[in-house]
């Protein structure tokens, strides 16, 4: 059973440019959260999303936005770049919608740089 | 507000050590409790958790945690690392009731030299 899969692996945008980023998750899995993880700030949750609709947002602004499609892959969006979204962004899938008690599989990410 | 705390950011240790990773939360309703373990260059792996019953829970790679409530502390041991346990290690919290999130710690790299 394939892993959750995000691309692109690396990723380097110039400040102002705009990215997408994508995450596949394991097949059957209709739940997947986003996260991003900086050296600083450490992990911190993104949004969730379960049969195309935002369930939970964290507190990033309105720059960052994501979407997610019928066949559970979801996309994030960040637009105006600046340097410190450079980050490792991860994507994590379950089969429920995420619940306290609900495993969550992490992909391997991606690492976005800012120039 | 939940809020995890892992006292150590670093913790050299030798091969066939033990060696404990501190993790301590504060939340003001009841949680869950988890360790991911992230090798370099790839995402989280889920070590343990606890969510509810027996207080030493038992993980992946030999690993164990203690859920200690009066002093909500849940604290990752391991009897004797090896080499590939190199890595880093989070602490993670969610709240039980509510639409979850899971609220990190700030990671604990743990190296383990021969």
């Known amino acids: 059973k394939a892993g959750v899969t995000q691309t692109p692996r690396y990723l380097i945008k110039t400040r102002g440019q705009q990215v997408t980023l994508s995450c596949s998750p394991i097949?059957?899995?209709?739940?997947v959260s986003w996260y991003q993880q900086t050296p600083g700030q450490g992990l911190q949750f993104l949004f969730e999303?379960?049969?195309?609709?935002?369930?939970n947002k964290g507190n990033f602004p309105g720059r960052f936005s994501g979407r997610q499609f019928s066949n559970s892959r979801s996309e994030m969006n960040v637009s105006t770049l600046e340097l410190g979204d450079s980050a490792l962004y991860l994507c994590?899938?379950?089969?429920?919608?995420?619940?306290?008690?609900?495993?969550?599989?992490f992909g391997q990410g991606t690492r976005l740089t800012v120039v | 507000a939940q809020s995890v705390t892992q006292l150590d950011s670093q913790v050299p240790v030798f091969e066939e050590a033990p060696v404990e990773l501190r993790c301590n939360y504060s939340?003001?309703?009841?949680?869950?409790l988890f360790w991911y373990v992230q090798y370099p260059n790839q995402g989280l792996q889920l070590l343990l958790k606890?969510?509810?019953?027996?207080?030493l829970v038992k993980g992946i790679n030999g690993f164990e945690a203690e859920f200690n409530k009066s002093q909500t502390s849940f604290h990752l041991r391991k009897p004797s690392v090896h080499i590939s346990d190199t890595a880093e290690y989070f602490c993670?919290?969610?709240?039980?009731?509510?639409?979850?999130?899971?609220?990190f710690g700030q990671g604990t790299r743990l190296t383990i030299n021969p």
């Open positions: 994590a899938s379950s089969s429920l919608p995420l619940q306290a008690n609900t495993e969550a599989f």
């Open positions: 097949s059957g899995h209709r739940s």
């Open positions: 999303y379960f049969s195309e609709t935002q369930r």
């Open positions: 939340s003001s309703v009841s949680v869950y």
């Open positions: 606890y969510l509810s019953g027996s207080t």
């Open positions: 993670a919290v969610s709240i039980i009731q509510g639409a979850q999130k899971l609220v």
